[in-house]
């Protein structure tokens, strides 16, 4: 399981909790706080979980509004917890988040409705996020473009330093042949 989907994960737990008990935005360090002790207690994601979290909170209004737009069959108080919650993280990581690309956060939200939602959670949750992009697409097709440069750009530096240590390790190689 990678880093980001654990604290994804974490995320939609705690959301789960928040939403389930009361919607009071004073308990989400608490149910956080208690979610990392209990699943995953020496891991580290340096404030991505609570990043997520924060920002799903303070645009839940205008998230909201996009379920209830594009699941216009199903009012918000009658989807499931999980699902709900698992389409407010998504819309959040497409809409706002500015470090993730678009696609993936429609591909982490439909992998967490499978693993953690009904048999039809993932075509639902696929469903309403597709729409959304396919409306959207114009919208954030900037922060697409820059986050597609970036991965570029670390690509082929990547690409540069491995073949900077094959270089060195020849050379090496080379002096040890020449002793």
Same mark, same amino acid.
């Given at each position: $399981? ?13 959301? *789960?909790e ?7 935005? #004073? ?19 340096? +404030? ?10 303070? !645009?839940? /209004?205008?998230? =909201? #509004? *996009? ?12 989807? #499931? ?9 998504? &819309?959040?990581?497409? $809409? *706002?988040?500015?470090?993730?690309p ?14 953690? +939602? ?8 696929? +469903?309403?996020?597709?729409? &959304?992009?396919?409306k959207?697409?114009?919208? &954030?097709? /900037? ?7 970036? !991965? ?9 330093? =491995? ?5 060195? +390790? ?10």
């Amino acid at each position: $399981m990678s880093n980001r989907y654990l604290s994804r994960t974490l995320v939609v737990q705690t959301l *789960y909790e928040w939403d389930f008990r009361s919607k009071d935005r #004073t308990l989400i360090p608490e149910i956080l706080a208690y979610n990392f002790a209990e699943f995953a207690p020496d891991f580290n994601d340096n +404030g991505f979980a609570e990043r997520l979290i924060q920002g799903a909170i303070d !645009h839940q /209004e205008e998230i =909201d #509004t *996009y379920i209830t737009k594009y699941a216009p069959e199903w009012p918000l108080e009658q989807i #499931t917890i999980v699902d709900r919650n698992i389409l407010r993280l998504g &819309i959040y990581e497409m $809409m *706002y988040d500015e470090d993730i690309p678009a696609k993936v956060a429609i591909n982490e939200a439909i992998e967490l409705a499978k693993a953690y +939602g009904g048999a039809s959670s993932s075509k639902f949750v696929n +469903g309403v996020l597709g729409s &959304i992009y396919k409306k959207i697409l114009p919208e &954030i097709q /900037e922060k697409e473009d820059r986050l597609e440069k970036l !991965h570029q750009e670390k690509k082929i530096r990547e690409a540069e330093s =491995d073949s900077n240590e094959k270089e060195e +390790g020849e050379e090496k190689e080379d002096i040890k042949k020449d002793e």
